[in-house]
């Protein structure tokens, strides 16, 4: 791992040439993943992250963030809801989450969830869910002063977590109802984003003096292959003007600079409301969905990017990793604003060969960036 992460990361972001270029695979690795590697020649007394020399960053967070969720990255709900098994066989398991959603969940594989039934069913449970949103609700952030001090003298990238607008609602209502609310009941809706408002600003009000964050994550997950899961108007509505005002209110109160959303599928639609509400570096650019990140780099020149290598180029062979590199790395470090990384988890059917070979590739092409003499301050003048 390098030593000046942070501020390599913040460089690039600001589109400014490193000293040292951080290593990221944002998303992480399946189980599988891991369990094959083994077989296939990573140490077992090692993690990817470790074997490759990857930067502590996103999913790929130190122990001392994923024992202490609860402390640094906050839920919305509090008290959660209680985590109950309603039902488990050999091959799966029904239960509600912390988050209220009952999933039932396959056990010897990686997948999505399916989604059973959510918190919210109408307005009429809102007010008592509401309770649970209180950013002063007594033992909300219990803990937090104690593991404070260690996040201060840390070399890692540390965010300051949310979920996201959209993502706020459909975690209420899910994908089909809440679609409806935007029509039958829009003052519902924005009562409810209000409120998300009120949360996420008072949850910062609450970290931010305690530590000393790198940049703001929002969650959002709002697109498919081809589109957006909400039009642009219904996000210039309902969302645009809620990510404004914690967008400023971060800003201004807590200096706050860098605000990244994640969000998979094809989100092009939505790219210019996501940067005129603030944002300014957006992952993972799903290939498959067609996010390329060399299109988005054209089209938004400013907007800061993580991500884009498609993953199944891993799953060919060498030629193709090489080529699917060369072909947009080099010209992206060169622009600035990117970091590289496979374009969401990396799946079981990547071998460790090939994982092992797209990082030396990569690699090579990072080192020869940092050592250009053309690389300029900022590539957006």
Not at 4 to 12: L, T, Y
Not at 64 to 71: L, M
Request: charged share 25%; hydrophobic share 35%; glycine share 8%.
């Amino acid at each position: 791992m390098g030593s000046g992460v942070r501020e390599a990361f913040q460089k690039i972001a600001n589109f400014e040439k490193p000293d040292y270029f951080p290593h990221f695979e944002a998303m992480g690795f399946w189980e599988e993943t891991i369990r094959r590697w083994y077989g296939e020649g990573l140490p077992l007394n090692q993690t990817p992250q470790q074997f490759f020399q990857l930067d502590l960053f996103m999913d790929n967070a130190p122990e001392v963030i994923r024992y202490h969720t609860d402390t640094v990255i906050q839920p919305a709900y509090w008290p959660p809801f209680s985590v109950d098994i309603l039902e488990e066989t050999d091959e799966f398991v029904i239960r509600r989450e912390g988050d209220g959603i009952i999933k039932k969940q396959l056990k010897m594989s990686t997948s999505m969830p399916q989604f059973l039934r959510f918190p919210l069913q109408d307005r009429k449970g809102w007010e008592s869910l509401k309770e649970r949103l209180d950013p002063e609700s007594d033992g909300r952030y219990q803990g937090v002063e104690r593991i404070a001090p260690e996040l201060r003298q840390r070399d890692f990238i540390l965010r300051l977590g949310f979920c996201g607008g959209y993502g706020f609602q459909r975690s209420l209502f899910g994908e089909e109802k809440l679609a409806y609310l935007y029509y039958d009941e829009p003052e519902f809706l924005h009562d409810i984003m209000e409120q998300w408002a009120i949360l996420s600003a008072g949850i910062a009000d609450h970290l931010c003096p305690l530590i000393d964050f790198d940049y703001v994550f929002f969650w959002e997950d709002m697109a498919y292959k081809t589109s957006s899961l909400i039009s642009p108007q219904h996000f210039q509505e309902f969302i645009l003007p809620y990510y404004q005002k914690l967008v400023d209110h971060l800003g201004e109160t807590y200096g706050l600079k860098l605000f990244m959303v994640d969000s998979d599928g094809n989100n092009f639609g939505l790219l210019p409301l996501f940067i005129e509400g603030g944002v300014n570096i957006f992952l993972p650019c799903e290939i498959a969905a067609g996010m390329e990140p060399r299109l988005i780099r054209e089209k938004y020149p400013d907007l800061a990017l993580l991500g884009g290598i498609d993953k199944r180029a891993l799953l060919k062979d060498k030629s193709a990793i090489q080529e699917e590199i060369e072909r947009k790395v080099p010209a992206l470090l060169e622009r600035g604003g990117y970091f590289p990384s496979i374009d969401h988890h990396i799946p079981a059917d990547i071998s460790f060969e090939n994982f092992c070979y797209y990082i030396e590739t990569l690699r090579k092409v990072e080192k020869e960036y940092t050592n250009h003499p053309s690389s300029q301050e900022d590539h957006r003048l």
